[in-house]
């Protein structure tokens, strides 16, 4: 879709024509920082889900939400209170070995591997092994890694991403973490391996391997854990792959290589079974989801509602690195919340009257596996048939002018239409996810939302493939992503993420004020939700 403008334009200027557009004052940022230096602050200890920092965070953006003039949209005023039950690995009562022939070798946990607790792991096993390639299987993608195998009461290892073959939306939706979960069940596997692929990891592994010391967590209501019924998930440095083949007749590096090349990966018995021993500390913890309505003005509309999401918590105190221990998540996701925080008061500026009402929804649980938008979604406190969109901003990332907007579902549902039109009249170029490999559209809270039919999009600053951005964007992630570098301290534009919330204001409005609800388009894959 062509620009209305002869080109890009800077973030000043799209500012100055929302500004006109809209008869208020230019959103330059300072409010949407303002919210970000308080939530990302040492004072709340990194907003780990439950925790007391956690609840100062909920607490300030109640509050923000009143002294705004919002409708209160939890079960308890502007909250939604979302029991979870917290999981940590005891290493020094755990353990992991391979069993061969040759005897017992022992794997060192942080180095070697991870125990996950995200799934609740029994107390010992032992098990045979069985690779099994990308360890996806659909009659839709005429792909079964599992075909021929037998797996019952095994441990399943795979390569972690999916083949060129199959389309990105189906890909994606395969390797989520509730598709996983059924199929192991299905076909009786009790456990799994996951290999990273070494050239889409996003976080160094011994960085990553940091987040063992935090805990995971869970939704109480069983029916909500996706994990539920598996009894070991592990997380094997690729680095250190090789010894788990060996005695195989297969090596890491040539699975690596089939991978890359686009090659069907072999499937094989491991001479090797997996023992486990895993001391988990349980306790139950109470969180929030904050929640607050713009009510609609049309007598008809004004039931329906237009979801912004964005989640609140990030990971808390942790492991330090550089003699720093609180991950702030100033980017992840303080810039988020401060986003609808600035979006919110926009609208409110302008004296906008949106026919439908719009529910800003600070979910608690994302860093967990998005357990707060799912408890939202499975549990709204609207009636579910009354949610016709939503739209999430998560880890926007303004980092740089604000030129090229990615949106994640753009071609999935009208909802593309909608946020394409939005930011050609901005003079912003609308694009698709450009690393679809990430598998973006289904690890934040959006994906909530679609598993229950509802049209979503997520909405990022965007870059062009090889360009200066590209490279800025991925440094933030091997160097701050999930670190207590994500700090008040980093370079930011503040002026792009100003127009990046005059932006998706514009665009709430827009959808808000739509005749027809968003609807799936024909072609999308996650039609069949809504079916």
Known sequence: MKSSTTGPLTAAAILALVAVAWGASEPDGARWWSHVAVLADDALEGRNTGSPGHRKAA?????????????????????????????????????????????????????????????????????????????????????????????????????????????????????????????????????MVVIPNPKNMDIPWARSSLARFMPSMSLVDPAMDDMRGLSIGVTLNPARAERLFAGSGHTFAEILQAADSGKPLPRFAIPKRLKATVAVTRVDVDSQNVLAILPGSDPKLKDEYVVMSAHLDHLGIGEPINGDAIYNGAMDNASGIAAMLDVAAILKESGAKPRRSILFAAVTGEEKGLLGSRYFADAPTVDRKSIVADINTDMFLPLYPLKRLTIYGLTESDLGDDASDVATSLGVSPEPDPEPKRNVFIRSDQYSFIRRGIPSIALKVGFAKGSPEAATQKRWLTERYHAPSDDLKQPVDRQAAGAFDALVAKLLERVANRDLRPRWKASSFFKRFAE
Do not use: C
Request: aromatic share 6%.
């Open 59 to 191: 607490d300030y953006v109640a509050g923000q939400f009143a002294n705004l003039g919002l409708k209160p949209g939890g079960s308890e005023g502007f909250f939604q209170p979302v029991k979870l039950r917290s999981k940590k690995i005891d290493e020094t009562h755990s353990s992991l070995a391979l069993i061969s022939a040759q005897g017992e070798e022992p794997l060192k946990l942080g180095d070697d591997a991870i125990i996950g607790s995200r799934l609740d792991p029994a107390a010992a096993i032992e098990a045979e092994m069985v690779f099994v390639g990308f360890g996806l299987a659909s009659a839709e993608a005429g792909h079964d890694d599992f075909e021929g195998l037998d797996i019952k009461g095994k441990v399943v290892v795979w390569l972690s991403g999916a083949p060129a073959s199959i389309p990105g939306a189906l890909a994606a939706h395969m390797q989520s973490t509730g598709e996983r979960g059924d199929l192991m069940r299905k076909l009786g596997s009790i456990g």
